[in-house]
Each structure stands twice: as C-alpha cells, then as structure tokens.
C-alpha cells in the first residue's frame, strides 16, 4: 500500500464529498461479519455505487495514514500499488456497480478503517468508513481469595469465654507464686533489718572508740 499525501492535500483543499452525493451513491459493506476477525482470515468489502466509474480503495491505519490499495477502473481492471496488476495481500474485482476487495490473509498491519472513493464530476466521493479490527484480548491476573472480613462485628478480647483448665492453671500459679515469694520477701525484709542495726552498732562503737583516745 502506498501512502498518498495527495489525496490528503486534496481533502484540506475541500475537492471532496464525504458519503452521499446529490447524484452518486456510494457505501462500503461486509458480505460477511467481520465482528471477531481473527489473524489469518480472509477480510471480504463490498464498495456499493449507482456508477460504473471506477472506485479506489483506500485504507486508513490506525495512526489515520491513508494508503492507496487499488484502482478498478470501469473494465475492471486493477491497479495495485507501484502499477502492478496483481498483489500478495489483496484481490479486486467489480461487477456492475459492486466494487470488491478481499484481503487475503488479515493481519494487525491490516487493522483500521477502509473507505472506497470515486471521481464523478471532477469531485471526489468518499464512502463512510467500514472498521476492520482485532479483538481486544485482556489478560486477568490471577486473584486469590482470602479470608472474608466479619463486617459489623467487633470481637473484644476480654468477650472470650474463659477456658476452665486455663483459669485453674492461673490460680495454682499464683498461689505458687505467693507460697514461694512471700517468705523469700520476708527473709530478705529480716536480712534488710540486720544489716542496718549492724551498721548502726558499729558506727557507735567506733564513736566510743574515738573518744577513749582523746
């Protein structure tokens, strides 16, 4: 396919009619439904006109580049790009006033919208564009499920019901504890006491000492 600033230059200069003309009708069409295209198929478009004068097909990418595919002139005779009769991608062929194109094997290059346009008039005729695209796949992560929050429900910890060998276990536990800290605060209490009437009575003695002295 050729690109054709032409053609786009044409556009801007308002030397076209977009759709219907006072005396020339022009649509495009599938024969086929070309919802879910999938690469490698076959993509079949009817150009439909009310004059036998001969159609280009035009195709737009999706970057909105216009490429020329090919000329059917009024004997139905083809014109591909670079004047070659015959193309890999594509075939043309008219009969009557129908206009086809078939692209041989669809690919993502292949994707975006095609338009037949005419010359009647010394004005030009484009067609409403037919979209011809891929299947938009989208890929799902993988999700897992966890556990589902209680909505509403406060759980307190002090709420729990008490285990009954756990609270015996405590009890023991702290009679334990008292049986063995109580004496042992008791000794060191006693222990407390002798060590400061000790000092007290040395300190005394040493007093008593001094004093003999002098």
Same mark, same amino acid.
């Given at each position: ?32 439904? %070309? ?20 159609? =280009? ?11 020329? %595919? ?19 991608? =594509? ?6 006033? %129908? ?26 005729? =484009? ?71 000790? %000092? ?15």
């Amino acid at each position: 396919m050729d690109r054709s600033p032409a053609l786009l230059l044409l556009l801007a200069l308002g030397l076209c009619e977009y759709g219907h003309g006072v005396s020339l009708e022009i649509k495009v069409m599938s024969p086929t439904d %070309i919802t879910q295209l999938r690469v490698g198929e076959k993509l079949e478009l009817e150009c439909q006109t009310n004059r036998p004068s001969g159609a =280009f097909w035009i195709h737009q990418d999706k970057s909105g580049t216009l490429h020329v %595919i090919v000329f059917i002139n009024s004997m139905s005779r083809t014109t591909f790009s670079r004047d070659q009769k015959t193309s890999p991608r =594509f075939e043309a062929s008219k009969e009557n006033t %129908i206009y086809r194109l078939v692209v041989k094997s669809f690919t993502p290059q292949d994707e975006g919208n095609y338009f037949c346009m005419m010359i009647f008039n010394q004005m030009l005729y =484009f067609s409403p564009g037919q979209p011809a695209f891929l299947p938009v796949t989208t890929t799902l992560a993988p999700t897992t499920c966890g556990p589902t929050p209680k909505r509403g429900i406060t759980e307190h910890p002090d709420l729990k019901t008490p285990d009954p060998e756990r609270r015996t276990q405590e009890e023991l536990n702290f009679f334990c504890h008292i049986f063995i800290w109580v004496p042992l605060a008791g000794a060191c209490l006693l222990l407390l006491i002798a060590l400061v009437i000790t %000092i007290v009575l040395c300190q005394r003695t040493r007093r008593r000492r001094c004093r003999c002295k002098r």
